[in-house]
């Protein structure tokens, strides 16, 4: 038996207006993309905002459905965007931020993990890592570079992929 241990790197900062311009300019546009969020049944609002290379910057929020496992997650709404229409453009950043007016929220959210694992397999497509933004109006704000940081047993085969 061996026991071994996993570093996750990621960097702080008390407000977006620590960040450099790029990652502060996405993180004003992850809180446009909250305005579109359909989130009736929640009331949780999360707003995403990609970073193209090109500048092109594309905006995911959470959409919900009456019949709940429908909806999905701002994160997916915003990347399979980018899958479907952008794919030769990389992903340089994302930044994600929520709102709801029934709690205030301190920290950031944290993307889930099918968000995570749908931006790894985007990830290793584009052969970049991705710089993930994770922010809210009452919190820090938490940097990392890139998915494999925050998720580092990822599921990916590469025999899977031609
Ligand atoms: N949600 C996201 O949009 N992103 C995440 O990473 C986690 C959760 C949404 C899904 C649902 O509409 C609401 O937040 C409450 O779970």
Redo the contacts with the bound molecule.
């Keep these: 038996m061996t026991d071994h241990e996993i570093k996750i790197n990621f960097k702080a900062y008390n407000s977006i207006d620590d960040l450099d311009k790029p990652a502060h300019d996405l993180c004003l546009e992850a809180v446009k993309a909250l305005k579109n969020s359909h989130?009736p049944y929640?009331k949780?609002r999360?707003g995403a905002a990609l970073l193209l290379q090109s500048g092109k910057i594309l905006h995911g929020s959470?959409q919900?459905n009456v019949a709940y496992p429908s909806?999905l997650?701002?994160?997916r709404v915003a990347l399979f965007n980018w899958g479907a229409n952008y794919p030769d453009d990389p992903i340089i950043a994302m930044a994600?931020t929520?709102h709801t007016d029934e709690f205030e929220i301190l920290q950031p959210?944290?993307?889930?993990g099918s968000?995570l694992q749908v931006l790894a397999e985007y990830e290793k497509k584009q052969g970049k890592p991705i710089e993930i933004i994770l922010f809210c109006a009452k919190g820090p704000v938490w940097v990392m570079k890139g998915v494999e940081t925050f998720l580092p047993f990822l599921f990916f085969e590469k025999r899977l992929i031609s």
Excluded: H, L, P, T
Excluded at 109 to 112: L, N, R
């Design positions: 989130s929640s949780f999360v959470n919900e909806g997650c701002a994160e994600v929520a959210v944290a993307s889930c968000c």
